[in-house]
């Protein structure tokens, strides 16, 4: 048996349990392998195989949509779906995304990526389906912290009033709800969702539907019972939903079994479904946040190469300092503590620390009121979840002047693709007035501008990407003043070079490459984003200047241009990534298809210069 173009509800439904654990241990198999080879998200997937396998059996993808939230346990999906040979170049160009994605496969029903999505997404398809009068369900897949995102909750107020065709998969693999609730609630579980009891319930509500006082009397009896016995379901039922499980999330006997009896029930239903993070690799099940998502390990002994934390590692040891000499110092992230660097700083300062969950919205407006009650919270956030606080940025911290230090980690191009590249907060960040936006190009500029925005007393983001130092020769920074560009290398003619952050590195290889060709480059570190150096710009608007920058349109080419808009004399070169989505795949590769290399940016200024000598 093997994955290789597998139909996976057509050719899962005549296999036994047996062979369905036998796919189990090759899709298992198959994505230890790839990610220990390719990177990706590990735990959370080695957790979702037998749930996955299930569901497929049950239901037919083509005609029931499965929407995964946060959409990064789809590998078996992606596996029982044809899409085995292109799995071999897993987040690699020209093979599978890490997530979920329409244009990948139909089987994809929307794109996964941020948490909080499926369930809006799911009610919003099975309205669409009530209305063309078709029962067919929708089912969403929830878990890893998803269900506290705030959307998520805006979907259960929803639901109760809706949700006829809807299957709510609560993925409980204990990182982010309550453990299993015990033999008890099972038990009655299996009763509620039984032939027997449902039969019963039709009957009884449709013979006393003319007594309104029975019926009030009959439902309040129902979830009485429901509520004592299965306290957590009595949460969910009060949102409107029928509350089965739990059920063994690795039991593919006990999860076909629960499935095929909800299956033609009315919904709004939860289904209750207990795993394990990380099953099948030991390393994995013990450290499932280590191995949430990775870059390549050792598939046997999960070892991974040792390397530098880079900006986050910066962050932490600098809180870590600071917090000493000063208590009002507070770390806020969201579900993202060990990510961003803040491990130090929470295992120093417990009281000080707060992990919101994925609620990024939250984590930016509580910020806000700790700055307001008298604290220096930073907020650290990956760029690409920070889009969804913008709002909260400027509504609560920039029209009140609030002093939040907001971190962006990961801003840049990263492998997983369109939904995870940090590359389109700048256009919005740079519009706010009085918002201070900065970008180190090294971890010691890092720390100066901490310190810098630990002074302010205004709202201030501080934005880098993954890793740390990237250039070779540069001078050391200088100290940070408002809005000032420090000039690193500086000639009387030739073309200027404009970077922001760690870019520095790739405007110094071009640089070099330019000069090896007899054209020398002014190298600048713009610093700011907001508010961005005119005086520095006018002052080289005779000459061709280049921005490089890991952002889209709308950052620091923007500016520039805005600036020098009247009044130039010379050209304006742009290296960024452009208007249009950004794919997945290794960044290097994807950095040279779309121009962003040295080897590029040195060839366009070079044929420009020649062109008008």
């Known amino acids: 048996m093997d994955l290789k173009g597998f139909a996976g509800h057509s050719r899962l439904c005549r296999m036994s349990v047996r062979e369905l ?18 990177g990706g998200h590990l735990a959370s997937n080695l957790g979702c195989v037998e749930l996955t396998i299930a569901l497929h ?36 160009k020209g093979g599978c995304s890490g997530f979920p994605h329409p244009a990948e496969s139909p089987l994809d029903p929307a794109v996964g990526g941020h948490a909080g999505n499926a369930l809006s997404v799911a009610l919003g398809i099975g ?3 009530e209305l063309e009068n078709d029962p067919e369900k929708v089912i969403a897949v929830v878990g890893d912290g998803a269900l506290g995102n705030g959307i998520s909750f805006e979907a ?9 065709n809807l299957i709510l998969i609560l993925n409980d693999n204990k990182m982010s709800i309550s453990p299993a609730v015990g033999a008890v609630s099972g038990q009655l579980s299996k009763l509620i969702s039984g032939r027997f009891y449902n039969r019963s319930r039709r009957f009884f509500r449709h013979f006393i539907l003319f007594s309104p006082r029975l019926f009030r009397l009959f439902r309040r009896l129902d979830d009485w019972l429901k509520a004592v016995l299965l306290p957590p379901g009595a ?24 499935l095929e009896r909800v299956k033609d029930l009315e919904g709004p239903l939860m289904l209750h479904v207990v795993t394990k993070k990380g099953k ?50 507070i770390g806020v992230s969201a579900a993202m503590i060990p990510g961003v660097g803040m491990t130090p700083f929470a295992e120093k300062f417990p009281g000080r620390c707060f992990d919101v969950g994925i609620a990024e919205e939250h984590a930016a407006v509580f910020s806000a009121g700790m700055a307001i009650g008298g604290k220096r919270p930073v907020c650290a956030l990956y760029a690409t979840f920070a889009q969804r606080a913008l709002d909260c940025i400027y509504h609560d911290t920039v029209l009140g002047k609030v002093p939040v230090i907001f971190v962006f980690d990961r801003a840049g191009a990263v492998p997983d693709g369109p939904t995870h590249h940090g590359i389109y907060d700048l256009g919005f960040l740079r519009s706010l007035p009085g918002l201070t936006v900065m970008m180190p190009r090294s971890s010691a500029e890092l720390e100066m501008m901490l310190e810098f925005a630990y002074g302010l007393e205004a709202p201030c983001v501080i934005r880098y990407p993954r890793g740390g130092d990237c250039e070779k ?34 405007a110094e290889a071009a640089a070099d490459i330019l000069k090896s060709e007899g054209i020398n480059c002014t190298l600048i570190n713009a610093r700011f984003a907001a508010p961005f150096d005119s005086e520095t710009a006018l002052r080289f608007s005779n000459r061709l200047q280049a921005v490089i920058e890991d952002h889209a349109s709308g950052g620091l080419g923007s500016a520039l241009c805005e600036c020098c808009a009247s009044g130039s004399q010379g050209r304006i070169l742009t290296f960024n990534w452009g208007g249009a989505p950004v794919g997945h795949g290794n960044v290097a590769a994807l950095r040279r ?18 062109a008008n000598q």
């Open 57 to 92: 059996k049950v239901f037919d993808p083509a005609r029931t949509p499965i929407i995964f939230d946060v959409g990064h346990q789809c590998y078996t999906h992606k596996l029982l779906t044809g899409r085995d040979e292109s799995f071999e170049k897993l987040r690699e």
């Open 235 to 258: 949460i969910f039922q009060s949102f409107g939903f029928r509350f089965f499980g739990p059920v063994d999330g690795h039991s593919l006997p006990e999860l076909i079994t629960m």
């Open 21 to 38: 654990e036998e796919v189990a241990a090759l899709c298992r198999k198959r994505i230890i392998d790839k990610v220990s080879s390719n």
């Open 593 to 610: 298809e779309h121009g962003l290399d040295p080897e590029n940016i040195a060839r366009r200024i070079m044929e420009h210069c020649k």
């Open 280 to 329: 099948g690799a030991a390393y994995a099940e013990n450290a499932p946040v280590t191995y949430h998502g990775v870059g390549k390990f050792e598939p046997e002994s999960g070892r991974m190469s040792a390397s530098s934390g880079g900006f986050s590692e910066t962050l932490g040891r600098w809180m870590c300092r600071k917090g000493e000499k000063d208590d009002r110092l």
């Open 127 to 129: 309205a669409a389906r």
């Open 473 to 506: 020769a540069l001078p050391a920074p200088e100290k940070v003043q408002m809005g000032k560009a420090q000039i690193l290398r500086e000639f009387p003619e030739g073309p200027v070079l404009w970077a922001l952050g760690a870019e520095c590195g790739t």
């Open 156 to 164: 259960l107020n929803s639901a109760g009033r809706g949700g006829k």
